[in-house]
């Protein structure tokens, strides 16, 4: 049974910084992409970053690109998604997702991933 738990949200001011974590289970971690989404109320899901096994090949949307980095453990089967200078506008559930490095040739589709995790809150204050 796949997992993914994501961990790490709250609620912080704008400028602060915050560090999501996202832990996978019951897949071949290696094989597989691992992306950031996040969806803000009343508003569809959106891309945030992505990044392949190799950690050299990272993708990101223009409105995170320069702020949030996003790296992978590939010994802990953990990615991560470091949120610096944070807006109001960055809040956002932020769902953790996987998708087979096969499969996935545009990582900024969530209809590559496979799975996807349960969220986690941001709540970033002006």
Known sequence: QVQLVESGGGLVQAGDSLRLSCAASGLAFSTYVM??????PGKEREFVAAIRWSRISTYYADSVKGRF???RDNAKNSVYLQLANLKPEDTAVYYCAAGRSAVVTDPGWAS???YWGQGTQVTVSS
């Open 35 to 40: 992306g950031w989404f996040r969806q803000a």
């Open 69 to 71: 980095t996003i790296s």
């Open 112 to 114: 590559y991933y496979e």
